[in-house]
C-alpha cells in the first residue's frame, strides 16, 4: 500500500523506498533510525566511454533520497575522482555507497596494481599519470588530495600488486543544527 501512495511500481527499490520514509520521519520531528542501504556500482578499467558513470548512479541516488545538496556534491567529486582513478590506473573496481544513520561511506575497491607511495600521492600535483591520460586532460595530481578535502575522514590501503581500496566517510549534518 505505501508503494502505491508514493507513486512508485511494484519492482521500486524497496530498500530506497524504507530509507525514504525514515528520512521524511526523521523531517517531521518523529525521528526513527535510518536503515542501512548499500549500494555497488563496476567500474571497468580502461573504458572512458562510461567512465563517469558509477558516480553519477550515487550522486542520483543520493539525490532521490533528499540529502542536502551540498553533501551530495561533496560526495559526487569524491566519487568521481576515485572512479577516474580506477579507469586510468586500477583494472576493474568497484564504488560502493553505504547510507547509515549518521554517515555516507563511499567505497572504492580496484584490482590494479596498487600506489607505490600513498603519502606522495596524497600530495597535491603529484601524478602517475600517463602522456595518453594527460592528453585527455587528466593527470593534474589532485584526485587524492580532493578526495582528502571534501570527505570528513578518509582511509588509502594499498598493499604492493595487490589493489587498492579508498574509503571515506561522510558525515551527515544534523537537520537540528544551525548551520
Known amino acids: 500500500m505505501r508503494a502505491i501512495l508514493l507513486g512508485l511500481t511494484e519492482d521500486a527499490d524497496l530498500p530506497l523506498v524504507k ?35 558509477a558516480s553519477i548512479n550515487v ?7 533528499d540529502f542536502d545538496p551540498r553533501l551530495i556534491r561533496r560526495v559526487a567529486i569524491c566519487g568521481y575522482e576515485s572512479e577516474m582513478n580506477v579507469v ?11 547510507v547509515d544513520n549518521d554517515k555516507l561511506i563511499l ?4 584490482d590494479g596494481p596498487g600506489i607505490e607511495d600513498i603519502e606522495l600521492a596524497m600530495q597535491a600535483g603529484y ?14 595530481g ?19 600488486n595487490d589493489g587498492t581500496v579508498v574509503r571515506m566517510i561522510f558525515f551527515i549534518p544534523d537537520k537540528g543544527k544551525s548551520d
Open 19 to 53: 530509507v525514504r520514509l525514515a528520512r521524511l520521519t526523521a523531517q517531521s520531528g518523529n525521528f526513527k533510525p535510518m536503515p542501512q542501504l548499500k549500494k555497488s556500482f563496476h567500474i571497468k578499467g580502461r573504458d572512458f566511454i562510461r567512465a563517469g558513470e
Open 59 to 65: 550522486q542520483n541516488l543520493l539525490k532521490s533520497m
Open 88 to 98: 586510468m590506473h586500477g583494472g576493474d573496481g568497484t564504488l560502493s555507497i553505504e
Open 107 to 110: 567505497e572504492i575497491t580496484d
Open 127 to 140: 601524478s602517475t599519470a600517463n602522456d595518453d591520460h594527460r592528453e585527455m586532460g587528466f593527470g593534474a
Open 142 to 160: 589532485m584526485g587524492l588530495p580532493n578526495m582528502k578535502k571534501n570527505s570528513d575522514q578518509i582511509q588509502v590501503e594499498s598493499p604492493p
